[in-house]
């Protein structure tokens, strides 16, 4: 999983290869993110860190901020994750940041950006179905898991928890 180790913006959905008689390999990559996208979701990762941070703030309070601004500001995407409809691009994080869903994709890609701006090291851990951040601070690997901590209420209603908040291996 090559995407586990590379900022968002240089993760991709595809890769062809080809080649020639001659040797000649080419390579075409199909990137989750366009140029556009970039910078609109530059710009919004800017915007909500001045906002909603400062730099008083210890660097668990600024992942917990982040964390809940996350979750308060999307909704998971069942459509896409229960019915393979595809309304919005929440698999990364112009999904979550820009059109409000997300699913476990979106969510981690989202948070890597901040963690990014941030200057902490970061990367994503990704199972056969599901895919959260690893997070290094205070000399520790801690999982952030925002997907679980947004569940689906069975009443439709949005919920925010921390059960999957920074917490270790064990």
Not at 66 to 76: E, L, P
Request: glycine residues 4%.
């Amino acid at each position: 999983n090559i995407n586990d180790f590379v900022h968002p913006y240089n993760s991709f959905s595809q890769i062809e290869t080809s080649f020639d008689s001659l040797g000649e390999i080419n390579i075409k990559i199909i990137h989750n993110y366009t140029e556009e996208m970039k910078i609109i979701l530059d710009y919004k990762v800017d915007e909500i860190i001045k906002k909603e941070l400062n730099e008083e703030m210890e660097i668990i309070d600024k992942i917990k901020i982040i964390h809940d601004y996350i979750i308060n500001n999307t909704k998971y995407d069942q459509n896409r994750s229960d019915k393979n409809i595809f309304e919005y691009k929440s698999n990364n994080a112009y999904g979550v940041l820009i059109e409000g869903y997300g699913i476990c994709s979106g969510y981690t890609d989202s948070m890597m950006l901040f963690l990014e701006k941030l200057n902490i090291k970061s990367y994503k851990v990704s199972s056969e179905n599901h895919v959260w951040n690893k997070v290094f601070i205070n000399n520790n690997w801690y999982n952030l898991d925002l997907t679980w901590d947004d569940p689906v209420n069975s009443d439709g209603s949005d919920s925010l928890e921390h059960t999957f908040f920074l917490v270790t291996d064990d």
